[in-house]
């Protein structure tokens, strides 16, 4: 939990936050979990990247007192590393080879990084409507190379 | 640009590019309909494995104590479930309460990662993981102070035709076990039985093969599918 959000956050201690507030989600919401609905780790997953897309979203991050804290790995490694510890034998990895590689990075880094269709379109230079449609084709590849 | 569906809520939702508002719209559509929960949880699925790609970290020090200074605060109907006052929590904090708190907060977690439910009525007294010769896991036996018994087998064994699993403990661990019921149609079940004291820590639980119908002695013949001893589950 601490890699995925460490990953996301890019910093070590607003990782710890995010996952202190996700077990802390977790404890209080217990009820609500329904096993029919989904798997117990998928929903603790879900809870974990809700709080760091939050954190990410909000202006509220404050500047870090520790520059370890900080996670400097660039950015094409951060993807390229997720990218290549998919095993070559899930579905996941062998659709997304069947991708083009700026959708492939625009996708990835929206699920690894919790970036925004307009951070994708800054750092990629295109306009915001063509990154949305070009992720949704992608995404659409996807489900019906997943189907 | 392509068109808005369902299924490219879906998928904006779970990558994170959804808005605040078509994540809460998709979060009640869920909730009223299994059909849509089902779509939603298979595009989790999809990208799950994603997941298990970041490299592991270690939690750091003092990450237990911190979160159980937080969980130390009582769970009021109007608490808003999205922000965590620490302010608030650090006030309430009390330092004796730490201790169970982060057991049980610890518990909640491994519970949840095994995947187990949580959602038990009546919680059990003792829980036994019977083993086999090998070592292999072959039922998990939670029994309640009555010593209703519910056993669910963690793999299908081999029942010979004309043979029956049956359940038998050892209330007393000097005495002779006691029969607690058969298995009759070779799946998991819940037995219930009268007249045995409370079951306790240690207390010896196994599954026998016994001809059709139970033991004719009424005490253990066959071989033994698998034993263990009762443990207290920490809950």
Redesign the interface.
């Known amino acids: 939990m601490l890699g995925v959000a460490r990953r996301m956050l890019r910093r070590s201690d607003l990782a710890e936050d995010a996952v202190q507030d996700a077990l802390v989600l977790v404890w209080r919401r217990a009820g609500q979990f329904d096993p029919a609905r989904g798997s117990a780790k998928g929903w603790l997953y879900t809870i974990l990247r809700n709080r760091c897309l939050t954190m990410l979203r909000s202006e509220e991050r404050e500047v870090t007192s520790d520059a370890a804290d900080v996670d400097v790995t660039p950015v094409p490694e951060v993807l390229a590393s997720a990218y290549g510890g998919l095993d070559d034998a899930t579905g996941l990895r062998q659709c997304l080879d069947r991708l083009d590689g700026p959708t492939r990075d625009a996708i990835l880094a929206s699920y690894v990084l919790g970036y925004s269709h307009g951070e994708i379109a800054g750092r990629l230079d295109s306009p915001l409507g063509t990154i949305k449609a070009r992720m949704r084709r992608g995404l659409l590849k996807l489900r019906e190379c997943l189907s | ?2 068109e808005y569906s369902l ?2 809520m879906i ?2 939702v ?4 959804a808005s605040d508002a078509d ?1 809460a719209k998709l979060d009640r559509m ?1 909730a009223e309909d ?1 059909a849509v ?2 779509l ?2 298979r595009a ?17 020090e003092g ?1 237990w104590n ?2 159980t200074d ?2 130390d605060v009582p ?1 009021g109907p109007a ?1 808003p ?2 922000i ?1 006052e620490l302010d608030d929590v650090r006030a309430r904090l009390a330092r004796w309460r730490r201790a169970t708190y982060g057991a049980v ?1 610890a518990t ?2 491994l519970a ?8 038990t009525p009546t919680p059990p007294l003792v829980v036994t993981v019977l083993l086999d010769a090998s070592g292999g896991a072959v039922a998990l036996v939670e029994s309640a102070p009555d010593n209703t018994t519910r056993i669910t087998l963690l793999e299908q064994p081999a029942v010979p035709s004309g043979q029956v699993m049956q359940v038998w403990t050892k209330p007393d661990d000097a005495g002779p076990p006691v029969s607690l019921g058969l298995l009759a149609d070779g799946t998991s079940e819940t037995l219930t039985i009268r007249g045995l004291t409370a079951p306790t820590a240690r207390q010896l639980y196994e599954i026998t093969l016994e001809p059709a119908g139970g033991s004719p002695t009424n005490l253990p013949t066959g071989p033994i599918l698998g034993v263990g001893r009762a443990n207290d589950p920490v809950i």
């Open positions: 640009m392509t299924e490219v998928d904006e779970v990558l994170g590019l994540c869920a299994p929960a089902a939603l949880e989790r699925l999809r990208f799950a494995p994603l997941d298990d790609t970041a490299a592991p970290q270690p939690l750091p990450f911190r979160l937080r969980l769970d608490a479930a999205e965590v907060a909640v977690l949840f990662l095994a995947g187990w439910s949580l959602l």
